[in-house]
């Protein structure tokens, strides 16, 4: 994959450089252990791919998955962030999420994080089956969380499958919107912003790496179905779910446009309507009133920043938006 991917940049006049960043998920890569980091720090010497010195590099870690000479060996590779696929603080939730890990691994986890002073990230699951009649208290859950000192929160709804064996008993849209809000709004009493749909962090920890996704730069990606984008080429690559063959999209200048705003909207930067409907203001501008009113977000047609309600329909917002422009 490497091969290819070098191949890739150099089709496009551009190569690697010491990476800002670095990402290591998509399954379970605490699994690798103290092998796994060695092994991949051949392959990055072997390829002359450098870590910057003041860089963000992140490690997916999930609880029962590690053990201390591991994540020794990834700190030692360059590893400064880590994070933690909790989910839930209760064992029947976790057996309803098909989680390998017990509470008790959760726990070991967060106290090891906590007592190592390690910049860590929560994942954080809502919108769980049987969430009423098995009465879950997600901010108990939270707040027994936050007393680990995590920087940072993820907070995922979960999306089944139409083969999931609870899909009947997932809670309605009305009670996901109330338990989103409810747990936003804790987090940010608690110090957190709210700086991307799904993402909370106190200040100075947002993600560096994602943020990089969601402001449309140059993202190189490895991995089966992993993603990368090449911004001033417009052109976004694929990997298969399997093998090491690339599928690669070159974006239209629209396209692109349309992306960049979507990804825009995500974040608690905001957007310039403006800038990608100058020929609007009036149509807009009463769009944006209406979200206001409906406390939606806060701005005017200069700029316009989506509240936590707003971000949670998010899609449906940019739909009304092309739609009526």
């Known amino acids: 994959m490497l091969d290819k991917h070098a191949s890739l940049l150099t089709q496009n006049d551009l190569e690697m450089k010491k990476l800002k960043t670095l990402y290591i998920g998509g399954g379970t890569p605490s699994l690798w252990g103290k092998r796994g980091a060695g092994f991949l720090a051949g392959q990055f010497q072997s390829y002359e791919i450098e870590l910057s010195e003041k860089g963000e590099f992140t490690l997916e870690v999930n609880p029962g998955t590690w053990d201390k000479e591991g994540i020794d060996a990834w700190r030692s590779f360059g590893m400064n962030r880590f994070s933690l696929g909790i989910q839930s603080l209760r064992s ?70 139409s083969n999931y064996k609870f899909k009947d008993e997932l809670p309605d849209e009305h009670f996901l919107e109330e338990e989103f809000l409810r747990v936003a709004n804790f987090l940010k009493d608690h110090g957190f912003s709210h700086y991307e749909v799904s993402n909370f962090a106190k200040p100075g920890y947002e993600s560096v790496h994602n943020l990089m996704y969601w402001r449309s ?20 690559y694929k990997w298969k779910p399997r093998g090491t063959e690339l599928e690669i999209e070159c974006l239209s200048d629209e396209q692109y446009v349309l992306e960049k705003l979507y990804m825009a909207m995500r974040t608690h930067h905001g957007f310039s309507p403006k800038s990608y409907f100058p020929e609007k203001r009036e149509a807009i501008s009463f769009i944006l009133n209406d979200w206001s009113e409906h406390e939606l977000g806060r701005g005017d047609f200069d700029h316009f920043r989506l509240s936590s309600k707003g971000l949670l329909v998010l899609d449906g917002l940019i739909d009304q938006l092309l739609t009526h422009c």
């Open 92 to 161: 029947d939730y976790l057996k309803v999420l098909d989680r390998v890990h017990s509470v008790e691994d959760v726990f070991d986890s967060l106290k090891f994080f906590k007592e190592n002073n390690d910049n860590f990230s929560v994942d954080f699951m809502l919108g769980l089956p049987r969430s009423k009649s098995m009465e879950r208290d997600v901010i108990a859950e939270l707040g027994e969380i936050l007393s680990y000192s995590p920087k940072h929160i993820s907070l995922y709804i979960l999306t089944a499958k």
């Open 217 to 236: 730069e140059s993202v190189g990606a490895l991995g089966p179905s992993a993603v990368g984008l090449l911004s001033d080429q417009k052109l976004r």
